[in-house]
Nanobody, 123 residues
Framework: QVQLVESGGGLVQAGGSLRLSCTASGRTVDSLSMAWSRQAPGKEREYVGSISRGSAVYYADSVKDRFSISRDNAENTAFLQMNSLKPEDTAVYYC?????????????????WGQGTQVTVSS
């Protein structure tokens, strides 16, 4: 089993930036496909983006050109860089992992999840 711990959330003004981290233990991040998703109050969990084991990255249309996903194998950590933040980006952000080579958007395709980190964007 993979343990995932997110960090880096907080309060930021609209237009600002945050970088979320997801540190894995139990497996190396380069042996996993990893995804970020978010859930706003009263809404369903929403796919944000993912990175494959081969480092291909994918994004939801709502965050494309503003968010970027990367990983650092030495730190065994995946990152979500969020720029030009909007109030509608306010949510709890989760990272997830799967041993599948190609990540999918569906939450049920991921075996392990972190506990989430709150991101609040003020207008």
């Amino acid at each position: 089993q993979v343990q995932l711990v997110e960090s880096g959330g907080g309060l930021v003004q609209a237009g600002g930036s945050l970088r979320l981290s997801c540190t894995a233990s139990g497996r190396t991040v380069d042996s996993l496909s990893m995804a970020w998703s978010r859930q706003a109050p009263g809404k369903e969990r929403e796919y944000v983006g993912s990175i494959s084991r081969g480092s291909a990255v994918y994004y939801a249309d709502s965050v494309k050109d503003r968010f970027s996903i990367s990983r650092d194998n030495a730190e065994n950590t995946a990152f979500l860089q969020m720029n030009s933040l909007k109030p509608e980006d306010t949510a709890v952000y989760y990272c997830a992992s799967t041993s599948s080579y190609w990540p999918k958007r569906a939450a049920e395709s991921y075996e392990d999840w972190g506990q989430g980190t709150q991101v609040t964007v003020s207008s």
